[in-house]
């Protein structure tokens, strides 16, 4: 089993910056993925970046590259997303995951095994 646990949202205004936190406690698997999805109300959840636990490539989505960041702390089992230049249309809850999803579809929430709580991320106009 895997515990995750979000933290660092918040109410922000456009133009700010967050940085989220997600720590991972319980059964290590270096071949695991980490991610972070958001949903936003009405919408499915989509999938924000990913980064391998074992290092490698990491992978943001159109709608964030250059604005969003993720890392991680291997020794503080710890992944971050740092956001910063926020619009409104980044409001929504964000997740992080973690799985072995397959390489043709790491987008799909289906392929992650475990997930945090969720944690609200507000930008105001």
């Known amino acids: 089993q895997v515990q995750l646990v979000e933290s660092g949202g918040g109410l922000v205004q456009a133009g700010g910056s967050l940085r989220l936190s997600c720590a991972a406690s319980g059964r290590s698997d270096s071949t695991r993925v980490m991610a972070w999805f958001r949903q936003a109300p009405g919408k499915s959840r989509e999938l924000v970046a990913y980064?391998?636990?074992?290092?490698?490539?990491?992978n943001h989505a159109d709608s964030v590259k250059g604005r969003f960041a993720i890392s991680k702390d291997n020794v503080k089992n710890t992944v971050y997303l740092q956001m910063s230049g926020l619009t409104p249309e980044d409001t929504a809850v964000y997740y992080c995951a973690t799985g072995r999803p397959p390489a043709w579809d790491m987008a799909e929430p289906s392929g992650y095994g475990y997930w945090g709580q969720g944690t609200q991320v507000t930008v105001s106009s």
């Open positions: 980064i391998p636990w074992s290092g490698g490539a990491t």
